[in-house]
């Protein structure tokens, strides 16, 4: 699609370009299917407008308003003069002959590059040649600007607020009703703190927004033990953040994202087991996960889908691990292995491969590790969820495995972004890691 995000300006396509996508175009991978979808249309382009190619093919013929150049392909040998450093035969090369044939023969014009390929780019300025990354693909710019779904609320905030201040008391909730220049910067469903020694704290979350005014709910307190979450309670402000997200029947998609040991999975599955096995508000917990293997892939694995996924499920074995020995106290052993068959029966692992076309209803779905999803995976994953259905994806976009994904462009990145302020989904960035002093400190050091 990347054809008509140009809006104004003109295309060049030169004709090594057509002779690599045609390279590409068989098999039954991503790329492929790609290949195919562009030389369609391409097709289509040349057949709508009809006319003659050497004026350029207007780009807007099919249907894309907003791209208004024309598209022009390389319909004659361009005369090259690349330095004899660089090899002939190479399709980069090549393409950067054409820049400059270009930029030589229509002076009056900016020639500028596209292109995705880094090496690319510093070869094209090496040679004094205009280029630029394709930017269109990325949800921000700066990893930095993610929303982070929580908002510290600034130290005057209560007397500003004195006089305009309207609160009620709804089962063990306080509403707030604030106004005010702080309330341009809520979302739905954001959090809200207040903390400033002497002064009585305030944890909340937005629940609506209307002109000048936002009502704030108090959150209930997970950290806790009589609200502990199948014996897990919350360790710091952030988890107890999460724990209100995944814990609220109204909300249908959390996201969570947090380095190593902020306790995603974790929380994630105890407020899972809670909801399935004494809430009973779902039928099972179903898990999935980008399978990309930090180190080298292990080859086929046998057995079944659920034991294929075994391996990359080490995670959750951990996590159930703790969760189980926490739970059967005085059972004894016997007690500890009924409540173990419990719960694996349960939790499903499904792999992603095999999710087009099937729904979801009433399960507790996670997917982790969802920083190695692109946006379109993310949209297969999420469209399964039918009534009654709450999905969690949590993720780490500091580590991003897969190789064409980076921190602006991964699926999770998106999702945080596209749902931001949908009253039945939520977000929130974990911030200090609970694993151990030691898990902490190669955090910071390595």
Known sequence: MSLFRFEEH???????????????????????RNGRQTSRTLDALAAQ??????????????????????????????????????????????????????????PQREVILVSKDINMRVKARALGLAADDYQNDKTLDDGELLYSGALALPQD????????????????????????????????????YFEAPGEPSLYARVTEIRDK??????????????NAVWGVTSRNREQNFALNLLMDPEIDFVTLAGTAGTGKTLMALASGLTQVLD?????????????????????????????????????????????????????????RAATNELIRSRIKVKSMNFMRGRTFMN????????????????KTLITRAGPGTKIICMGNLAQIDTPYLTEGSSGLTYAVDRFKGW?????????RGERSRLADFASEVL
């Open 213 to 226: 005014t936002a009502v704030l709910k108090t959150l209930k307190d997970y950290t806790h033990l009589k």
């Open 279 to 335: 809430d009973r508000r779902y039928t099972e917990i179903i898990m999935t996960r980008a399978t990309v293997s930090v180190g080298e892939d292990i080859g086929f694995l046998p057995g079944t889908e659920e034991e294929k996924m075994g391996p990359w499920m080490g995670a959750l074995d951990d996590n159930l691990e703790f969760l189980a020995k926490g739970d059967a106290g005085g059972a004894g052993e016997w007690g």
């Open 10 to 32: 003109d295309i060049f396509l030169p004709m090594i370009v057509l002779e690599e996508l045609d390279g590409h175009k068989k098999g039954m991978t991503e790329v492929a």
């Open 157 to 192: 905030f209560w007397t500003r607020q004195s006089k305009t201040i309207e609160s009620w008391q709804s089962g063990s909730h306080t509403f707030y009703r604030v106004s005010g220049p702080a309330v341009t910067q809520f979302h739905i469903n954001q959090f809200v």
């Open 423 to 431: 009253p039945h989904g939520g977000h929130i960035t974990l911030a």
């Open 363 to 378: 399960k507790y779905v996670i997917i982790d590790e969802a920083q190695n999803l692109t946006p379109k995976q993310m």
């Open 49 to 106: 407008t009809g006319g003659d190619m050497t004026k350029g093919l207007k780009l807007s013929a099919t249907g894309n308003a907003s791209a208004r150049g024309l598209l022009f392909f390389q319909t004659e040998p361009l005369d090259t003069q690349l330095p004899t450093s660089l090899p002939q035969g190479k399709a980069d090369n090549q393409i950067l002959g054409v820049v400059q044939a270009l930029r030589d023969k229509h």
